[in-house]
């Protein structure tokens, strides 16, 4: 599966989660803010089995898994759902 926001995408194999794009707001979820050309390995999703879903705003990304619903990227309005805006 691929799942596309603003300048990002981000894809489920069966080797892993990948994500690649513009990062300005940590987005593609790997530990850091650099725009990346090339798909990079998101290690927080080490069984990508576990996944529902994933959804992607114009910033942000939303998973669904079976353990919970994570999130990450820009939080601006409060978007992650985490109960702040930081």
């Known amino acids: 599966s691929i799942f596309c926001g603003s300048y990002f995408c981000i894809a489920i194999t069966k080797n892993g989660v990948f994500s690649w794009g513009e990062n300005y707001w940590g987005q593609l979820g790997i530990g850091n803010f650099e725009n990346q050309n090339t798909p990079q390995k998101i290690d927080f999703f080490s ?5 529902i879903s994933i959804h992607c705003g114009d910033d942000f990304c939303i998973a669904i898994t079976t353990q919970g619903i994570f999130s990450w990227g820009k939080n601006a309005y409060g978007q992650l759902g ?3 805006n930081e």
């Open 47 to 51: 069984n990508p089995k576990e996944i």
């Open 82 to 84: 985490i109960g702040n």
